[in-house]
């Protein structure tokens, strides 16, 4: 199978893949994606765009993306079941393949209880094991309904997974349902943890899913020791209080975040069926091409030329 | 049952306005036995509206009547002199009890007293949880007879998400995580396979917007 994304290029030639989030604005203006695609598009091989992230409204996704493309970058589209029915799941994935997006990330999405519209009706129509299949069936010509898709979308389909919630094996049996349903990669939540997140990779490598499904570990850069301490009351992430000190007591906070970043990425690249990494350095896009340089990732691969087969580049 | 919880007291008086004579109408069902629409409740209700007015000056008087259902209009005989009398009603019943009242009674205002919360029950007294969504397509034999779609946030048919941690629910740390009990109770019964199974996009049209329920072998 040709891939239809540059992602699923890099991942399928076993390449070691870096991707990084970008967050829509909470304004009617494309501009700043464009740029911070523009910033990320040579040291990365897919932009990834929030849905509504955190259950806070943003500018779309799908517009989002399509800023990405016309800057030249590659999209990765994320889709959440929170706010969207089967119908409209089913119709923005159409109107996304229409406009060159290949690469979709299928979750369900933050409870709208933790965002800045708790009063809203959650729809979760679908979860996301079952969005992973609406994709795969559209791909294949259906509609969930059983009605033709014509032309058929062509996608190269990731979801989520955290490492860190518990119990452990209900967390790996759930990623092989994702697997199962179509999910080709993998987002992780953000490692800190990095021996909870090996006992983790253990159990997914015991049941053979890194052979199954391009596994990118999350990171994200803490650019102080407030923001790390932060994190760690998420609900999902761990971070070990040793690196919380180890923040505290740096001279340079943001470049111990960038430190610290570096040397999880040189760890995690160690780790046998992690397959790249997705950085989500939120508003602080501008420390991610430092941080790739130093873990030694560039250039990228297909980064010069621009055979960067089935996104918009053509299509543009 | 049908859980309900009381309307807060002043927008139940605002709504209730200088209206008078009320009728306060109560029902011996559900929200009788969740403890907000029976008899103690249509006093209390009634007493309240009654001082309310006295406070403000203005002439009030009530009728308490609780019927044995306000969800079958044929309970409903022992409203009909009250409410010829009664400027407006409230109800304490459920939203169905509401709106029967509404509809026996057209050319009178029906106030709601209670507000209808769930159907769910109760393991502790003084607190009722929501334990069933009405969906209209029950799951529970495939659940370890935990409803993922009232117990879990997201409803959830393939959980769990993400958030949960140390088995509690990442929307509210007070309850835990639908589905690590779903999954704890499959173990248990030795099903862990059937967590395997991808649960298909569930119909939603069969629960609530469906119906009427018509049984041909009880329609006279």
Known sequence: MTPVSNLQRVLDQGHFAVTAEVGPPKGASGEEIARLAGLLRDYTDAQNVTDNQAAVARLCSLAAAVHVLRAGGEPVFQLTTRDRNRLALQSDLLGAASLGIRNVLCLTGDHQKCGNHPQARGVFDLDSVQLLETARRLCAGRFLCGDEVKPPPRFFVGAVENPFADPLPLRVLRLGKKVAAGARFIQTQAVFDLERFVRWMDAVRECGLHRRVYILAGIVPPRSAGALKYMSRIPGIIVPSALIRRMEAAQDQAREGKRIAVELIRQLRGVEGVRGVHIMAIRWEEAVPEIVAEAGLLPRPGGEDNNRSGNGREEA | ?220
């Open chain 2, 1 to 220: 049952m049908i859980v309900a919880r009381l309307k807060p007291l002043p927008a139940l008086l605002a709504a209730v306005g200088d209206s008078s004579p009320v009728l306060v109408a109560g029902c011996q069902g559900c929200v009788a036995v969740c403890a907000a629409g029976g008899d103690k409740e249509v006093n209390v209700v009634a007493d309240l509206l009654e001082l309310d007015a006295r406070r403000r000056g203005v002439e009030r008087s009530t009728f308490r009547i609780t019927v044995p259902r306000q969800c079958d209009c044929r309970f409903f005989d022992p409203l009909a002199a009250a409410m010829a009398a009664a400027r407006v009603c409230v109800s304490l019943g459920c939203g169905v009890g509401v709106q029967y009242i509404a509809d026996c009674y057209p050319d009178k205002p029906v106030i709601p007293g209670v507000d209808t919360l769930f159907a769910g029950g109760s393991q502790a007294a003084g607190v009722w949880e929501e334990r069933c969504r009405l969906c209209g397509d029950c799951l529970l034999g495939e659940t370890g007879g935990i409803c993922p779609v009232t117990r879990c946030a997201k409803g959830l048919l393939n959980g769990p998400c993400g958030g949960a941690v140390n088995g509690r629910c990442e929307v509210d740390a007070a309850k835990p995580c639908a589905w690590q009990l779903i999954y704890e109770r499959l173990k248990a019964q030795g099903r862990l396979a059937e967590l395997e199974i991808i649960r298909p996009p569930k119909d939603w049209s069969a629960g609530a917007g469906a119906g009427p329920v018509v049984r041909e072998d009880l329609v006279p």
